[in-house]
Nanobody, 124 residues
Framework: VQLQASGGGLVQAGESLRLSCAASGRTFSRSAMGWFRQAPGKEREFAAAINYSGGSTYYADAVKGRFTISRDNARNTVYLQMNSLKPEDTAVYYC??????????????????WGQGTLVTVSS
């Protein structure tokens, strides 16, 4: 059972990036997924979450209106489209999965499986 995050990189403020998180080894379509981020010297924080079907999403205030979480259950992949990036979005981004619920999950402690992280750097 693995989550593989990818898509990070170095961009300028105002630009966009799309992160992907590919899942293997378990029934992805039954998982609630989330994206978290950890900036240098700071604690990990919630960014966005989506329920098993993609019908419900939730965003942190800091990214609302700029980030969009989505999923493709046929491809076992969840995405995070990040637009209008700001220097304060610089962080390692982690995807996470949990099973056994139809709801959106936002608390890190409730996730069972984490990806390895992908670094996003936004220059001013």
């Amino acid at each position: 059972v693995q989550l593989q995050a990818s898509g990070g990189g170095l961009v300028q403020a105002g630009e966009s990036l799309r992160l992907s998180c590919a899942a293997s080894g378990r029934t992805f379509s039954r998982s609630a997924m989330g994206w978290f981020r950890q900036a240098p010297g700071k604690e990990r924080e919630f960014a966005a979450a989506i329920n098993y079907s993609g019908g419900s999403t939730y965003y942190a205030d800091a990214v609302k209106g700029r980030f969009t979480i989505s999923r493709d259950n046929a491809r076992n992949t969840v995405y995070l489209q990040m637009n209008s990036l700001k220097p304060e979005d610089t962080a390692v981004y982690y995807c996470a999965a949990t099973w056994g619920t139809r709801a959106v999950v936002t608390a890190a402690a409730h996730f069972d499986l984490w990806g390895q992280g992908t670094l996003v750097t936004v220059s001013s």
